[in-house]
């Protein structure tokens, strides 16, 4: 839907011509935003000055914000610390399992095997037979080698079909039983067999397609051949950027055999794509580093981490291990490594220091809120959102002395909106309330008011904005968009007995350090995370004193 805002450059205007929504002094600490219902509209926006809504709202005192503290609740009961903030990985995995606790009892059944794999080499035989016996329209052949990828069948029985194939055909097998028979080979690491197939590919074909390079790389790295792996990468560049898998595979490979000059070398190279290196890769320099006594490459593996922190990169709890055995390594150094997590002050739970805030800096803000103005609201971004209980979540907000916006459009002001009109003036006595025309967007509105009104604002929304990330134009101003998110979205917890609000964070959750001390947050293994979330377990490093 196409959604055009009149006069853009104009809506600053609306805080210093309505005094009812005026961000001076008494700057709001708290936005709502409303959903009402309308969809599907082609409007031009338009601002209006407003006659008087709420004039008793105008008088709230400037809240304190004392989130932390008294919760957000309409009681002062404390938020438990350990509590999942909205942003925590696995959060959203198990509200989904709050609100469908059912869903893995409707999963469907998996899908039954159409043919039985065989679990010993078969002769010609007993495969003409095991053919005879299939029904199916698919190609027997490439159903039943799919299937033994997939199952990572044994490279044996594997073979007896290849066997039984060539047999057939004057020798020849085609070009998709060798991909899938090599990627057995590989699977199991048999070096000798991965070697075999190279050899066949490299006499009948002139190149491969990419699937069939990446598996004959990542089988060669283990061989006393892994330097014909850099050849066969070499080979891909002709015609693409390699992944950085290839570029992974090709750096282990060169680790395993001591070669550590080219190991770093192609590292450089594809940063130089601006490809984000596998954390398997990453891992690899870390183990390497074990037994490598060199300043040069100690301040190598520090840039890695300098890498994860500039791209807000996480590493998995195995590779944290990694990070945490080479520090203690370090001869002379004296570094502990413990696994921990942060307190809701923001301290470190084993050395107790402070953990960065997650406050933008002054400049970071302005920088945000200038993008923000550029390419989402200028940008005719549109997205929708839905935020039921609005009279509930205004009365306990209100008993904190917040100072409260509620934005929201007009039809919810008429009598034949689903909004109750008691309840609405109800809303009126207790904040300022903006209607907007009757448009189908309304994030925008909540994106400026709440960044116009200072760093202090809070505002209320279950919507993610992922979409609105998305329209960011560099992913310098997404992670800056995702940082100040963090800080500043509430979302509801609970609504019985009283209204709970998941608690923000203080803290930002990236790799950090002081000189004497590193704090690197990781993914547990068995935490699902996803990509809007961020890790609460962190990796600890301090030197003994």
């Known amino acids: ?25 008494g700057q709001p600490s708290l936005f709502l935003l409303v959903d009402c219902g309308i969809r599907n509209q082609q409007r031009w926006f338009s601002l209006k000055t407003m006659s008087p809504q709420n004039t008793k709202a105008t008088n709230l005192p400037i809240a304190k914000a004392k989130y932390l503290r008294k919760g957000y609740g309409g009681s002062k009961k404390q938020v438990p610390s350990d509590s999942p903030h909205l942003f925590a990985a696995g959060a959203a995995k198990k509200r989904s399992q709050m609100n469908n606790p059912q869903s893995k009892d409707h999963a469907l059944p998996p899908v039954r095997n159409t043919i039985q794999l065989p679990t010993k080499p078969l002769n010609s035989e007993e495969w003409d037979k095991l ?78 397609e990419s699937g069939g390079y990446t598996l004959l790389i990542r089988g060669l790295i283990h061989s006393d051949r892994w330097k014909e792996a850099l050849l066969l990468l070499e080979d891909i560049k002709k015609v693409m950027i390699p992944s950085k898998k290839n570029y992974g595979d090709c750096i282990e490979g060169a680790l395993l055999h001591q070669d550590v000059n080219t190991a770093w070398n192609l590292y450089q190279e594809l940063l130089g794509h601006d490809l984000i290196p596998m954390m398997e890769t990453l891992k690899a320099f870390f183990d390497f580093g074990k037994d490598i006594k060199d300043d040069h490459y100690s301040n190598k593996l520090l840039d890695i981490l300098l890498y994860l922190r500039s791209n807000r990169l996480y590493p998995g709890e195995s ?11 370090i001869p002379g150094k004296q570094w502990k490594g413990q696994f921990t997590t942060i307190q809701e002050s923001g301290r470190c739970s084993s050395c107790g220091k402070t953990i960065e805030s997650i406050h933008l800096s002054p400049e970071e803000y302005e920088f945000l809120k200038g993008k923000i103005m550029r390419d989402v609201i200028d940008g005719g971004d549109q997205y929708k959102k839905t ?19 509620v934005l929201g459009r007009k039809h919810m002001l008429t009598q034949r909106s689903r909004w109750r009109k008691d309840e609405m003036e109800k809303v009126q006595k207790q904040a300022s309330c903006f209607f907007a025309d009757d448009i189908s967007e309304d994030d925008p509105f909540l994106l400026y008011a709440t960044l116009n009104s200072g760093n202090h604002c809070k505002f209320i929304t279950k919507d993610l ?7 960011l134009p560099d992913a310098k101003t997404q992670r800056l968009f995702f940082k100040w998110q963090q800080g500043h979205q509430l979302a509801i917890m609970s609504r019985s007995p009283g209204l709970t609000f998941e608690r923000i964070l203080r803290h930002d959750t990236v790799v950090q350090t002081t000189g004497d001390s590193w704090h690197v947050p990781y993914d547990e293994d068995r935490v699902e995370r996803y990509s809007y979330e961020v890790p609460t377990k962190w990796l600890c490093l301090h030197r003994k004193t």
């Not at 590779?319 to 390594?329: G, L, Q, R, V």
């Not at 904005?465 to 329209?471: G, P, S, T």
């Open 465 to 471: 904005m992922r979409d609105h990330k998305a329209c």
């Open 131 to 208: 053919k005879e016996d299939f029904i199916g329209k698919a190609n027997f052949e490439d159903l039943v080698s799919s299937r033994m990828a997939q199952c990572h069948s044994s490279v044996d029985v594997a073979k007896s079909l290849l066997a039984w194939v060539a047999a057939k055909n004057n020798g020849i097998v085609g070009y998709n039983l060798l991909v899938k028979y090599l990627h057995l080979c590989v699977v199991h690491k048999q070096t000798s067999e991965v070697i075999d197939v190279y050899e066949i590919m490299k006499a009948r074909y002139k190149s491969l």
């Open 1 to 25: 839907m196409l959604f055009c805002w009149s006069g853009i450059r104009s809506f600053p205007k609306l805080w210093k011509i309505n005094p009812y929504l005026s961000l001076g002094p």
């Open 319 to 329: 590779f944290a291990h990694s990070i945490k055995t080479w520090f203690e390594s």
């Open 387 to 405: 935020t039921p209980g609005l009279l509930d979540v205004v009365s306990q907000l209100a008993k904190q002395n917040l100072q409260l916006l």
